[in-house]
Nanobody, 123 residues
Framework: QVQLVESGGGLVQAGGSLRLSCAASVRTFDSYAMGWFRQAPGKEREFVSAISWSGGDTYYADSVKGRFTIARDNAKNTVYLQMNSLKPEDTAVYYC????????????????WGQGTQVAVSS
């Protein structure tokens, strides 16, 4: 069982930055690729970013490429999402998830999910 706890969300003005963290309670954290998804009000959950178990491979949705950076610290069992140049359309609940197998950009490829952290970007 993997427990994931996100933190770092909040309210920020457009153009600002936030760093989300996701702490995992599992001894084998470094065997999991990890992902971030988000869900805006009235919309379906969508892929944001993912990172391989080693951190050597990263993936981004086109909408965040060049603005968001995913990273991980396996010694701390934590994955991060640095979000810069935030836009009002980035407003959503952000979830981290532990990847199982399959296409890394789709939800069904992930086994474990956190409870989410709210990000609100004002214009």
């Amino acid at each position: 069982q993997v427990q994931l706890v996100e933190s770092g969300g909040g309210l920020v003005q457009a153009g600002g930055s936030l760093r989300l963290s996701c702490a995992a309670s599992v001894r084998t954290f470094d065997s999991y690729a990890m992902g971030w998804f988000r869900q805006a009000p009235g919309k379906e959950r969508e892929f944001v970013s993912a990172i391989s178990w080693s951190g050597g491979d990263t993936y981004y949705a086109d909408s965040v490429k060049g603005r968001f950076t995913i990273a991980r610290d396996n010694a701390k069992n934590t994955v991060y999402l640095q979000m810069n140049s935030l836009k009002p359309e980035d407003t959503a609940v952000y979830y981290c998830a532990a990847y199982r197998s399959g296409v890394i950009t789709i939800q069904s490829s992930y086994d474990y999910w956190g409870q989410g952290t709210q990000v609100a970007v004002s214009s």
